[in-house]
């Protein structure tokens, strides 16, 4: 299916966590990528290092048909293009950049937390059709790491999501949902499913 709509047009397919994927998802990934040049498709994963791979012989397959290429942590410029397509030509963008490289270190996922953060604390303002940003980043609204930033979102939670988030925490990797609804279950939760909800929509879970 992918191959016949990219011989219409032009394709792009983009998968996040790679090492997490199972078998079947991993195999066509790896099929679709031996025969991705001679169509219009292009196929990015991103691949976390230092997990188990869920699929590792397919997933060795993929990594073998395409070219690697390492990311980089993004620079101060960077980071101010960043701050500029997000929420474009305004005010203040290169003191809120600045701040967001100084927690961040440049990692864009931590750059996105941060920004969700402040945009829920309502330091982020969309005003009639506008963006206004801060023009003084009080150390009252603003974390002053990301480490206190999870503090904080952990702190947040309902008892019945920050319990089954304790009793992940000692898991590595991938945990399956039928593990997850046992666990909540022995913990007591009446309502897992409402719990992962919580934790994933708050990105404590992903």
Known sequence: WFRNLA?????????????????????????????????????????????????????????NAGARMRLRALSRTDVIELVGQWFGNVEDATRLAAWLYRLSGGNPRACTELVTHLIGQNVIRYILGTWVLPRELSSQALPTSLDQLLEQRLH????????????????????????????????????????????TRDNVLV
């Open 7 to 63: 011989a219409r047009r032009p394709v792009l397919l983009g998968v996040d966590e790679a090492q997490r994927v199972d078998d079947a998802s991993a195999a066509v990934l790896a099929t679709l990528a031996t025969g991705a040049s001679e169509h219009a498709l292009l196929i990015i994963i991103c691949h976390k290092p230092g997990e188990t791979d869920s699929a590792p012989g397919a997933l060795r397959a993929l990594h």
């Open 156 to 199: 947040t939670l309902s008892p019945d999501a920050a319990k089954l988030a304790q009793a992940l925490s000692v898991h590595r990797g991938q945990v399956p949902i039928d593990q997850c609804v046992a666990l909540a279950e022995a913990e007591g939760i009446g309502h897992p499913f409402l719990a992962l909800d919580a934790l």
